[in-house]
């Protein structure tokens, strides 16, 4: 697999150090509107050719796939682009900045027949993949209830830097700046979490959203502080369970942490992510009568960049899709809505 590296900002090097030791991937060009920014990215990554424009490097051709890192409005143009060029597609999340534009991207690369999917990195927890297989198999029974958390502290620790200095925060609280704060920013990946985990599809959804006070007149220099920075959500699922999902940045002690907790009429799985570590731990059988946890070795499992390899390899389509991407789209954008109309609304 040829890969182009489409926009050399931060989360590209994640990309490309992944990326580099799949064997029968060769990462041979670099495209960033900024010169100087990709052709230091490509000398980091030992990448051949750089390009300043998306038409330049389709008019070159040599690439059989594209990893999309740009930011999250130039996705949608970016791709229909690419899926015209037939290029398959690993794109960043959020696929889109609105389900529309995500059902348009889905239905043309599925009409193309070229390969999409997203970085949803928190599939790459082997813990989730072990709970989903449990899950599945009906070690838990029926599932009837499910809890789901991703807490952040950068509101209120600076162990990641100082948000009221820097720009590189603050732009994630101000919508004229191109945030959906916290729904926007990490909604989509507790969303999947909880549901992949679980099993299920979302039926229904009422979600409620926060925007604290944070700076006198709620501006610093020119980023007016509007995004939310909590929401709560509640969902049923397909199968009638009903779920709790949220997250915050003002969570104490949590740097990035997620949480799962899945209930089923024979026992329940829990399922924790931190920057220290994942685990696994059920409640299932006798011991649900005497409530002793035990600790699961998940073992590991490949991760998003190696199953695009793959699927690029086998012609095969892998997870998650575009269209999974898109479910979940359409699930943070009724989000916005139910918190305004203040009603639940079904998917």
Known sequence: MRLLVLGTGGMANNH????????????????????????????????????????????WGEFDAVTNVTPDRAHYPTTMRLIEAGKH????????????????????????????????????????????????????????????????????????GDWRTESQWLWRLSTAHGSNGVLGDIGIHILDFASYGAGLEIGHIFGRLKTYDKADGGKIGEY?????????????????????????R???????????????????????????????????????????????????????????ADAVRSGVNGEPDFRHAATLQKALDLAFLTDKERREMAL
């Open 89 to 160: 597609q690993f794109c960043e999340k959020p696929l889109a900045e609105n389900y529309i534009q995500a059902l348009e991207m889905t239905e043309a690369a599925e009409a193309a027949g070229i390969v999409n999917m997203v970085n949803l990195t928190y599939r790459n927890v082997a813990p989730l993949q072990r709970a989903r297989e449990m899950v599945r198999s009906g070690d838990i029974g029926f599932v009837k209830h499910v809890e789901a958390s991703y807490l952040q502290s950068w509101l209120v620790s600076k162990q990641w």
């Open 16 to 59: 490309a150090e992944n990326f580099k030791y799949i064997e029968g991937v060769e990462m041979v060009a670099a495209v960033d509107v900024d010169p100087a920014r990709a052709a230091m990215f490509a000398e980091k990554h030992g990448i051949g050719r750089t390009f300043t424009s998306l038409d330049d490097a389709i008019a």
């Open 250 to 308: 003002w969570a104490a002690g949590h740097y990035n942490d997620l949480r799962l907790r899945i209930y089923g009429d024979k026992g329940g799985i829990e399922v924790q992510h931190t920057p220290k570590g994942s685990a696994l731990r059920a409640c299932i059988g006798e011991d649900a009568e005497s409530a002793e946890w035990d600790e699961i070795d998940a073992g590991t499992v490949p991760t998003n960049y190696m199953r695009f």
């Open 224 to 248: 007016t502080l509007d995004a939310n920075d909590s929401f709560v959500m509640s969902v049923d699922y397909s199968n009638g369970a009903l779920g709790v999902i949220h997250a915050t």
